[in-house]
């Protein structure tokens, strides 16, 4: 079926390339034509792209934020301290970045079709989840600086308000999926809503690792 | 079914009376919320016209106004405020999205596939673009008027109040548009990826279809940086942050960079689907192979990936440093090749042809042409020393509308009038298109070969009045674009008349290859009655002297 | 026969679309203004360069396409295919390589023409900007010794003031000719652009920075200074007059302005503010005000 003797086939073996990769990465990319039946994989690639091109957005506020803390005169007003690495924050990371093998525990446990393991380790993740925001809005509020304070009280509250966001988008992602684990015969067609829910989360928390070492480890 | 063109030929004969059967789209559907990519590719490219319209409207009232030099025929917000949403709805509301219309339909078509990847995401992408540029034009009526700070909205301009309420209506508009653009990036690059038909490997694909995945991808990881910059300049108008406030510290040269590296790119996102439609009707029309198919297929995607590292040419007079100007010079000059290697395939693959200058052929041609024009000042303006004296004058505004209008809309229209026969199963008339083009080609020249000249003279752009020194080639322009607004008048004509009454269309009345050309005119709902197999790479025009028989390729 | 006639076509048409690059490549020097610093005229010489080269890949593709279109034309209906040919890699490689060297070479030389301009208070990589806090703030970073006379240059919505050695204030600029000159740039509300066409330079002003501009102009005469980046809604009357003068005529000049008291100088800006026509089309949409009239020495 595949002619090499056209002259004008690929000059690059883009076959042979894909055969070399990794499984988990081999699965995103499929080969030659006609594979439009798996939609779980179809799905899957759809939902990973559109979380790399997200993932810009965030980087266009990490650049935004290195870029005017250096080239400021004044990054911390007078009189003001600036994001604060207390115990709560380092508490919160904690929390959150371990919710991500909790997430990912439930995804196997689904795998395996042991519903009531999954939706423990699914509500238990939302829980995390939950704490992590109620976190940052006790932090927010015990902050000396707002949103217009100079440059380090916006770049502070996009990044961390942002990110928030995305927070809150994936519990509610989370809380759809639980209740539709109830429906029976929900997993018939698949669980690319669960697989998404899962990739969604540890793309949150890969965001939050960096966020913390740019805003909270990187002292003036 | 095989890729036998001359199989194909005769299959359309005998298939004529089958193509209008059952399952015919009607009008109500276009007005529906249809998950056909065939529907909401007419969809996407009847709305955006429209939006030409209004677009190309403004613009007639901004060459009214520089016919003198004095200010006479609208007040000066309101000039600004005319050219600021020109631009805006010409690139965001006009060409970018007529290209993801043109998309949506030949994609799945090209590839063999019966749909898009998320036909329902398909639909919810289209709906955004409506109520987007509504709520755009819908800053004409407030008290301050809409945004004024041109299509780039650079602070502290922008910030300024009063206007800033058109702003934050501009900004929330292009918000609503970028998110349907992502949309539709996520469903092209799935849908080209996962959806091909068995045999239709890379390099079996038209260049279309290369260049739709170059430029989606672009869209893809370089508007999310214009997302990000907006996002923080609404806050700076609405919410008192200071990100590009001077003197609250804050740094307006970072939202030039964060525009410039999206809008850059951008004009790559608008352009390349038009080298991909010169791609798909020169073999056409010369009944020629493409000249170099992986070339330029490679050349397609270098384009996108240089295109990413050439955004400071834009800010060569701004605050930057010595050696980033350099380097974007540099750069930049670099992005000529892959584009080179482009007008360099054309012109051989017509070279020795058998031309046929029907309309699709005339508008490919001239487009191709003035777009050779286009580069030349393109390179010009590559070169910092020359950029620092012509930047922000009228011949970076000639530049791209030989670009925009000479070689995209011209394009476009090239694409519309190919491919028309085969969206409605009715035939356009030939006569009035070739008057279509000759009024378009004249009209284009008269109205943007005038620019040169006046920036080299120094004549600014944006401006509302200008010295008298620069009346005579203003005078021409203007009556250029006079002339190129009617010459939109024959063409809508014989496109909403043939598309009603027009004579039936073969299957394949251009004898082209590529799998759209297999299925009937207009295609059934599944697009193909079986999914074809495929066996080689396109623009099989090599009946003559080729080693490989198309016959004996074909076998399923 | 015929090879030998086609290979002399082809001779031809290249010394023809040679002879006509070169005279475009001359004609280019008259498209443009007045040469006014010793700048212009190495960017006009960059200019004429890029014209001939330009010319001649625009005559050469074109004429392969013209020639194409009218000797290669299918008769109506016809739909019979063309020559075979898919690719040449020999080709393909000539117009990859070539175009490439070409495009390295210009920059290169691009690259010595810039360098020989004078502009600094751009930033490096990363650094620590100090705030203006009066118009007197010193060049940011890099040693910025000012290289012959040193004036400042003050842009605001929407009109120009300047202010020279001595204190002394005008709404025009005066330059003395052949003699290097260093422009500090001043924006004092939105970006402006300081631009003379006959100069050939053009840079952008930031408000909260300083960028020197130095140059040396080479023609008596009076030019136009006009604003380059769109300031809102009077960017087009934001214009200033400039005269480069004899090192005498400008002395001369300069001690007849430090004499006059200063007085507020009116601005095309606050003139149409103030007392605005009716148009064609009036939106009536409110506008930024114009900023506060300059109070200079010297005004025409």
């Given amino acids: ?220 | 079914m095989t890729n036998n063109p001359r199989e194909g030929i005769a299959g359309a004969d005998e298939s004529a009376e089958n193509s209008h059967s059952t399952q015919q789209t009607t009008w109500r559907e276009y007005f529906s919320f249809s998950t056909d990519h065939k529907v909401i590719g007419v969809q996407y490219m009847v709305t955006t016209f429209i939006f030409f319209l209004i677009g190309g409207l403004l613009a007639m009232i901004i060459r009214g106004e520089l016919i003198t030099p004095k200010l006479d025929v609208v007040d000066r917000p309101l000039y600004n405020g005319l050219f600021t949403l020109h631009g805006t709805i010409m690139i965001f509301l006009w060409i970018i999205p007529f290209n993801v219309g043109l998309a949506n339909y030949l994609v799945p078509l090209m590839i063999g596939a019966r749909d898009m990847a998320f036909p329902r995401l398909n639909a919810i992408a289209f709906w955004m673009i409506p109520p987007g540029g509504l709520l755009l034009l819908s800053s004409f009526l407030l008290k301050s008027g809409t945004a004024q700070a041109g299509w780039w909205s650079y602070p502290p301009v922008s910030l300024q109040s009063p206007h800033n309420q058109g702003e934050v209506i501009w900004i929330l508009s292009l918000v609503i548009i970028g998110i349907s653009s992502i949309m539709g990036g996520v469903n092209f690059i799935t849908t080209i990826f996962w959806m091909r038909a068995p045999g239709m490997t890379f390099f079996r694909m038209p260049i279309f279809v290369w260049s739709i995945l170059s430029s989606q991808l672009l869209q893809l990881f370089c508007l999310p940086a214009l997302t990000g910059g907006l996002i923080l300049l609404l806050l700076d108008i609405t919410a008192g942050t200071n990100f590009f406030k001077p003197s609250e510290g804050g740094n307006p040269i970072l939202y030039q960079h964060l525009f410039w590296f999206y809008s850059h790119p951008a004009v790559y996102v608008m352009v390349l689907p038009i080298f991909g439609v010169f791609s798909e009707i020169l073999p056409a029309f010369s009944r020629n192979p493409l000249f170099g198919y992986r070339s330029v297929a490679l050349a397609t995607i270098a384009l996108a990936v240089i295109s990413t590292v050439v955004w400071a040419h834009h800010m060569f007079a701004s605050v930057t440093p010595g050696w980033m100007r350099i380097l974007f010079m540099f750069t930049s000059m670099l992005v000529a090749v892959p584009t080179g290697i482009k007008e360099f395939a054309w012109t051989a693959t017509v070279w020795r042809g058998r031309l046929h200058l029907l309309t699709p052929m005339l508008f490919a041609l001239g487009g191709a042409v003035m777009f050779l024009f286009a580069g030349i000042t393109g390179v010009m303006l590559a070169s910092t020393p020359f950029d620092l004296h012509v930047n922000n004058t009228y011949f970076v505004v000639g530049h791209f509308h030989y670009v925009v209008y000479n070689t995209i809309t011209m394009g476009i229209f090239a694409a519309i009038y190919f491919w028309f026969p085969k969206i409605t199963g009715r035939m356009y008339v030939e006569g009035w298109g070739k008057i279509h083009f000759w009024l378009t080609f004249i009209g284009a020249n008269l109205t943007f070969f005038p620019m040169h000249p006046l920036g080299l003279h120094g004549m600014l752009r944006r401006v509302s009045s200008y010295d008298p020194e620069y009346q005579w080639w203003n005078v021409i322009a203007s009556l250029g674009s006079f002339l190129l607004g009617m010459s939109t008048l024959p063409f809508i004509a014989n496109i909403v008349g043939s598309w009603l009454r027009g004579p039936k269309a073969e299957n394949n009345p251009w004898h082209a290859t590529g799998l759209e050309w297999q299925t009937s005119s207009p295609p059934p709902k599944e697009n193909f009655e079986e999914i074809p197999v495929v066996t080689e790479p396109p623009y099989h025009y090599n009946d003559f002297g080729e080693t490989e028989q198309p016959e004996a390729a074909g076998q399923e | 026969m015929r090879k030998i006639l086609n290979s002399l076509l082809l001779a031809a048409f290249i010394a023809v679309i040679l002879l006509i690059s070169r005279w475009v490549g001359q004609q280019a020097y008259s498209w443009m203004p007045a040469q006014g610093t010793a700048e212009a005229k190495q960017v006009d010489e960059i200019f004429s360069f890029l014209a001939s080269i330009g010319t001649f890949v625009f005559l050469g593709i074109t004429g392969v396409i013209v020639y194409s279109i009218i000797t290669c034309r299918a008769p109506k209906g016809d739909w019979s295919h063309g020559h075979p040919a898919r690719g040449s890699v020999k080709v393909e490689i000539l117009w990859i390589v070539l175009p490439t060297i070409l495009v390295l070479w210009l920059s290169f030389k691009n690259l010595s023409i810039y360098q020989q301009l004078n502009i600094q208070g751009l930033p490096p990589v990363v650094m620590h900007m100090h705030m203006v806090e009066s118009a007197d703030a010193a060049t940011v970073s890099n040693d910025s010794k000012p290289v012959g006379e040193g004036i400042d240059v003050f842009a605001k919505q929407w009109a120009w003031s300047f202010r020279y050695p001595g204190n002394v204030t005008s709404t025009e600029l005066h330059l003395p000719v052949n003699q290097p000159v260093s422009l500090a740039l001043h924006a004092q509300d939105v970006l402006h652009g300081f631009y003379v066409p006959e100069f050939r330079l053009k840079q952008d002003m930031v408000p909260g920075r300083t960028i020197t501009l130095t140059l040396t102009p080479e023609r008596v005469g009076q030019y136009r200074l006009h604003d380059s980046q769109f300031s809102g809604t009077y960017f087009a009357l934001m214009e200033a007059n400039v005269y480069v003068e004899s090192r005498q005529a400008y002395s001369q000049w300069l001690a007849q302005a430090a004499s006059r008291e200063p007085t507020i100088a009116s601005n095309q800006a606050v003139t149409e503010y103030t007392q605005a026509t009716k148009k064609i089309f009036n939106s009536r949409w409110q506008t930024v005000q114009p900023a506060e009239p300059s109070v200079v020495n010297y005004s025409s």
């Fill in chain 1, 1 to 220: 079926m595949e002619s090499s003797t056209h002259k004008d086939e690929s000059p690059i073996p883009l076959e042979a390339l894909r055969r070399l990769l990794p499984n988990w990465l081999k699965r995103f990319l499929p080969s030659g034509g006609g594979r439009a039946h798996d939609e779980h994989g179809k799905s899957m690639f759809g939902f990973t792209v559109f979380l790399l091109s997200e993932s810009v957005v965030f980087v266009s506020f990490f650049v935004t934020y290195i870029t005017l803390r250096l080239t400021t005169p004044h990054w911390l007003p007078p009189g003001v301290k600036g994001p604060d690495l207390s115990t709560a924050v380092m508490i919160n990371s904690v929390v959150l970045v371990s919710s991500s093998f909790v997430i990912q525990a439930a995804e196997g446990a689904l795998k395996n079709r042991n519903l009531n393991r999954f939706r423990l380790l699914w509500l238990a993740t939302s829980a995390m989840g939950i704490f992590f925001l109620v976190g940052e809005v006790r932090e927010w509020l015990g902050l000396d600086f707002g949103l217009s304070t100079g440059l380090v009280g916006g770049t502070f509250y996009v990044l961390t308000g942002f990110h928030g966001l995305h927070v809150f988008t994936g519990i509610l992602l989370q809380m759809i999926m639980l209740v539709r684990s109830f429906i029976p015969g929900n997993y018939d067609q698949g669980d690319f809503g669960v697989s998404a829910a899962t990739l969604f989360w540890h793309f949150v928390d890969v965001i939050w690792v960096i966020l913390f070492s740019l805003v909270y480890l990187w002292r003036a």
